[in-house]
């Protein structure tokens, strides 16, 4: 268990359910009145008030048992195979695939796009933690290209000053636009094609005229990228796919 002050703890509890056990992540905090079941890439939290007895947290773990492991399989579904960080292994990239290509090589040299291959040189081609970090510096340095590009053509067409551009990591958003004008895209966007790249670019450049989500503002992304509709469907419905890695 790890404590923390004022009453507050989190630790890790195991409970059978359905013929095996699950392991889930126990919250509790003196705030909380009533239980809270969430469930996300982590797996299963419970979040408990302080004094709830473990026999009512378990009872309450059975009845929602359905639900929970309905939901976790529907989650491991989406997340898919986990990426293997070897030579041959395809990549996503501008909505289609290109290739590993990893061989013995100079440490510092980068990873290049050759044609549909990734080259990746490193000093051992079997050191996955070596090959993740440069294909990750790679992919980021190509967002930042490509994101830089679309947001200055948009932020033309809007009519308005180029605003900063960030690259976020963040695993629930694909970007966003602060009362400051920065402007933060998601760099796994850079795995989809260019018109949903696009799409989110018009949607947080609209930000910069309505910082809401009201009709004023869906009117200007409208006006921007008039297939917003059907790629904002498409990016909910495919987007869990960028986030293999």
């Given at each position: 268990?790890?404590?923390?002050?004022?009453?507050?703890?989190?630790?890790?509890?195991?409970?059978?359910?359905?013929?095996?056990?699950?392991?889930?992540?126990?919250?509790?905090?003196?705030?909380?009145?009533?239980?809270?079941?969430?469930?996300?890439?982590?797996?299963?939290?419970?979040?408990?008030?302080s004094r709830a007895p473990q026999r009512w947290v378990e009872s309450v773990l059975r009845e929602k048992a359905g639900w929970?492991?309905?939901?976790?399989?529907e989650l491991e579904q989406q997340q898919g195979p986990q990426m293997l960080w070897q030579d041959g292994e395809p990549l996503?990239?501008?909505?289609?695939?290109?290739?590993?290509?990893?061989?013995?090589?100079?440490?510092?040299?980068?990873?290049?796009?050759?044609?549909?291959?990734?080259?990746?040189?490193?000093?051992?081609?079997?050191?996955?933690?070596?090959?993740?970090?440069?294909?990750?510096?790679?992919?980021?340095?190509?967002?930042?290209?490509?994101?830089?590009?679309?947001?200055?053509?948009?932020?033309?067409?809007?009519?308005?000053?180029?605003?900063?551009?960030r690259l976020s990591n963040a695993r629930t958003c694909w970007g966003r636009c602060n009362a400051r004008g920065e402007i933060?895209?998601?760099?796994?966007?850079?795995?989809?094609?260019?018109?949903?790249?696009?799409?989110?670019?018009?949607?947080?450049?609209?930000?910069?005229?309505?910082?809401?989500?009201?009709?004023?503002?869906?009117?200007?992304?409208?006006?921007?990228?008039?297939?917003?509709?059907?790629?904002?469907?498409?990016?909910?419905?495919?987007?869990?796919?960028?986030?293999?890695?």
């Amino acid at each position: 268990m790890r404590a923390s002050r004022r009453g507050s703890s989190i630790e890790t509890r195991a409970i059978r359910l359905d013929g095996g056990e699950l392991a889930y992540l126990l919250k509790r905090s003196p705030r909380r009145r009533t239980l809270g079941l969430r469930i996300d890439g982590k797996g299963l939290t419970v979040n408990a008030p302080s004094r709830a007895p473990q026999r009512w947290v378990e009872s309450v773990l059975r009845e929602k048992a359905g639900w929970v492991l309905t939901k976790l399989r529907e989650l491991e579904q989406q997340q898919g195979p986990q990426m293997l960080w070897q030579d041959g292994e395809p990549l996503p990239f501008l909505g289609g695939h290109i290739q590993l290509d990893v061989a013995a090589g100079a440490v510092r040299a980068p990873a290049v796009l050759s044609g549909e291959w990734l080259q990746v040189r490193l000093a051992d081609p079997l050191d996955e933690a070596a090959l993740q970090a440069k294909v990750m510096k790679w992919y980021r340095a190509q967002a930042h290209a490509c994101f830089a590009e679309r947001v200055e053509i948009y932020a033309a067409r809007l009519g308005v000053p180029l605003p900063p551009l960030r690259l976020s990591n963040a695993r629930t958003c694909w970007g966003r636009c602060n009362a400051r004008g920065e402007i933060s895209l998601n760099w796994r966007l850079v795995k989809a094609p260019l018109q949903t790249i696009d799409y989110v670019v018009a949607h947080e450049l609209a930000h910069l005229k309505h910082l809401n989500h009201s009709p004023a503002f869906w009117q200007v992304v409208g006006q921007l990228f008039p297939p917003h509709l059907q790629v904002r469907a498409a990016l909910k419905t495919e987007g869990w796919r960028y986030h293999a890695f």
